[in-house]
């Protein structure tokens, strides 16, 4: 069951998992929103927790920075550790001028410049998509918590630091809302594996303002977006445990 990557015994981890790319922001939601939390993953780093929220279970475990790093722990908790979905909580610069720093974003679907998608050999141009069933219900808590959020296009990129000056801005001609550097890998590993997948981001700068959220300030924002996050997992394993009744009854 172990991993180069995770050191997670059977049946530690939830079958959904909450994914900032921060290791740091993982172990700080497993300490304020989790209860009878257990560390069940330090090999490089990339903490994994796992406790219960409102009474359900729910893992929280780092991604890391890039499309690699997401493709590795998302292809190992979907293939060696049996969860079914994975829910991107992260950080993004706004593109598209209608999205205000401390917006959240849902991604629909995802645009990139890497090559990642190369490895599956397909006759074409694969366009990865959210899961519609979690993004439906994302966006249903997030009416009724009456926060601001946006549902569409985020472009992941493999570059954060661009050569050419203006490139993000080019993507906002085609609607895309942010840019951020995980998602691409993730709905494409979900989409292999037959698992669903998720990607939820607040824009904690953008390229029409020079306002940027501080850590205090992202702190605060992002309370938003994880409970959200929280909310939507464990009405999954509420889900998954009714459905497991049933097929034993």
Not at 176 to 183: A, H, P, R, S, Y
Not at 200 to 221: D, K, V
Request: proline letters at 3%; glycine letters at 10%; one cysteine or more.
């Amino acid at each position: 069951m172990k991993t180069f990557h995770n050191e997670a015994e059977p049946g530690q981890i939830g079958k959904t998992v909450l994914m900032p790319g921060d290791p740091l922001r993982a172990k700080y939601i497993a300490e304020n929103y989790l209860q009878d939390v257990i560390c069940y993953n330090r090999v490089r780093g990339m903490n994994g927790y796992t406790g219960t929220y409102q009474g359900t279970r729910v893992s929280v475990q780092g991604s890391g920075m890039g499309i690699p790093s997401m493709g590795i722990y998302s292809y190992e908790l979907f293939h060696y550790y049996d969860v079914e979905n994975i829910i991107r909580i992260g950080t993004a610069g706004a593109i598209c001028p209608d999205v205000q720093v401390g917006d959240v974003i849902f991604a629909m679907g995802c645009c990139t410049n890497s090559n990642f998608m190369a490895q599956y050999h397909l006759p074409g141009i694969y366009a990865p998509v959210a899961d519609f069933s979690l993004l439906e219900q994302a966006a249903a808590a997030a009416r009724k918590s009456r926060f601001r959020f946006h549902v569409g296009n985020v472009f992941s990129s493999d570059v954060f630091y661009e050569d050419r000056k203006g490139e993000k801005g080019e993507w906002a001609k085609m609607g895309v809302l942010v840019q951020e550097m995980e998602t691409l890998s993730l709905y494409c590993t979900a989409a292999r594996a037959g698992k669903r997948a998720l990607s939820m981001l607040t824009a904690g700068s953008s390229l029409h303002s020079s306002q940027a959220l501080t850590n205090e300030q992202r702190e605060q924002s992002l309370d938003r977006m994880i409970r959200c996050a929280l909310d939507l997992a464990a009405a999954q394993e509420e889900t998954a445990q009714e459905r497991s009744g049933e097929e034993s009854a």
